[in-house]
């Protein structure tokens, strides 16, 4: 987030329409190991989207270990099977709330090799490693699961395999089948259909859209270099939020640095614990002239100061942004990465947020916006990919699905794209003691109106680097 002059310390809390938490979809590799002697689960289901049909499917689950031995929860699949709506019909998974965190809890989809009357498609629930484990006789507690058809038109769930509409608690149910270590070890799949092999994914789609591309490599001497500006870029000056009052925003401290012949962009924030000592870093494009399509960048977190005492409540950019208009205004739009190494906003501690705007009230403080979160740490060099089409805005970390959000929160309008570094107030640290933190950015591309897998721009970037292109802009102005 970058101008606007005003804090969001209350945005989760007050978000109108936020969904609380967000599943991280990546798909993970099949355990090769067996499920050992004395291991066992069960799962247990209930759902709160009780009718023959609706908007959307509500597979409520929680995992119990009923073995001896302790069970490292990313060595479990749960599959959940459904009767798609028809053969070309597309769903998308959510994770409302769990008690492990939605960020621990992944969802894809699959493709039954035989399909039956009741079931051709299945919902694969997997954890990450921030999981942990169950010791026996412990659960996950609730995980609120959800999926609906892609362009959101009423699911008929009356005659999916793994649907059972009467439980308000929660039972034991064997139509819900769950793995450990790539053995069977829960329920009963829909014959012929034992669950042994990984997930199918859909063939990639070839992208479509115009396809322009802006890409830079960041490869200047310092905030004054000619090419910086003449490339479309602004290092911002002028006074204003967000962040600290009285905080100035100052170009010298966004440098170019050389790390093993490549430069990457660093932006410094400082303070002595005044608002005159801090200064704040953005660099964003000139140009309003972005909206649908790939936005990717490789950008450095840091969860310590390069020097002083650690505590600030710090936040790390990369975003896209137009301007408010008015309040609520409801051709907003903004999609944010933003790490808070030291929390802020009511966080006590790292965490990793994407959010979609759909609008705001600067005064009273009102917001309109769906978000995602991790609470860990993300220090280090990741990559960053949101891509936004005419139905949903999807964000990636490191290749992974970070987040999915709906399409009421598509934008109206182009935006810049920005980075910023800023801290949201003095009240994480209190010293007077000089301290700076430090972002780093490597990269970033913009491919219009074409929607790209992480992999796909990992190859647009190589093919990029190989040619030796260190910038080039070809989206037209809006």
């Not at 259909?193 to 200047?220: A, I, M, Q, R």
């Not at 979609?356 to 978000?371: G, I, L, M």
């Amino acid at each position: 987030m970058t101008t606007r002059a005003t804090s969001r310390s209350t945005r989760a809390a007050l978000a109108l329409t936020a969904i609380a938490g967000s599943a991280a979809l990546a798909t993970l590799p099949l355990a090769t190991a067996s499920a050992a002697p004395g291991d066992g689960l069960a799962v247990q289901y209930r759902t709160s989207a009780s009718g023959a049909t609706a908007d959307q499917s509500e597979p409520w689950l929680r995992v119990r270990n009923t073995g001896t031995t302790a069970v490292a929860l990313n060595q479990v699949k749960i599959r959940y099977y459904f009767k798609a709506d028809s053969p070309t019909a597309a769903y998308r998974f959510a994770c409302s709330w769990a008690v492990k965190g939605c960020s621990a809890v992944t969802g894809t989809f699959g493709t039954l090799a035989n399909p039956t009357a009741t079931a051709d498609r299945y919902l694969e629930i997997g954890f990450t490693s921030a999981a942990g484990s169950l010791a026996p006789g412990a659960d996950t507690g609730d995980m609120q699961l959800r999926f609906h058809r892609s362009d959101w038109q009423t699911l008929n769930q009356s005659d999916d395999y793994s649907f059972q509409g009467a439980p308000a608690s929660y039972a034991d149910w064997s139509k819900v089948t769950a793995q450990l270590a790539g053995t069977t070890v829960w329920g009963t799949a829909p014959a012929g259909n034992e669950p042994t092999t990984p997930p199918t994914t859909p063939p990639t789609t070839p992208p479509t859209g115009s396809g322009e591309v802006l890409f830079d490599d960041f490869s200047y001497t310092s905030p004054t270099d000619p090419a910086l500006a003449s490339h479309g870029w602004s290092v911002r000056s002028n006074s204003g939020g967000p962040g600290v009052p009285g905080a100035t925003w100052d170009p010298s401290k966004v440098t170019f640095v050389d790390q093993s012949g490549n430069t990457v962009m660093n932006l410094e924030t400082s303070s002595a614990g005044t608002g005159s000592t801090t200064t704040h870093t953005e660099v964003l494009t000139k140009a309003t002239k972005f909206k649908n399509g790939t936005y990717a960048a490789r950008v450095k977190f840091s969860d310590a100061p390069k020097y002083g005492p650690d505590g600030d409540r710090v936040v790390q950019t990369f975003f896209t942004i137009n301007d408010l208009k008015a309040p609520m205004a409801d051709d907003y739009a903004e999609y944010d990465f933003e790490y808070l190494p030291n929390g802020g906003w009511g966080e006590p501690a790292n965490i990793l947020y994407t959010t979609s705007w759909e609008t705001y009230n600067p005064d009273p403080w009102q917001a309109v916006n769906q978000h995602s979160e991790s609470r860990t740490s993300f220090a280090g060099w990741h990559d960053l990919v949101v891509t936004i089409d005419d139905s949903t805005i999807t964000y990636y970390v490191d290749g992974a699905v970070f987040g999915t959000h709906d399409a009421a929160y598509l934008p109206e309008r182009p935006m810049s794209i920005n980075f910023n570094q800023w801290l949201i107030d003095l009240n994480g640290l209190t010293s007077s003691t000089p301290r700076a933190y430090d972002q780093q950015v490597d990269y970033v591309l913009h491919v219009k109106d074409q929607v790209l897998t992480p992999a796909q721009v990992a190859g647009r970037l190589a093919a990029l680097r190989s040619a030796g292109t260190t910038f080039v802009d070809q989206v037209p102005a809006s």
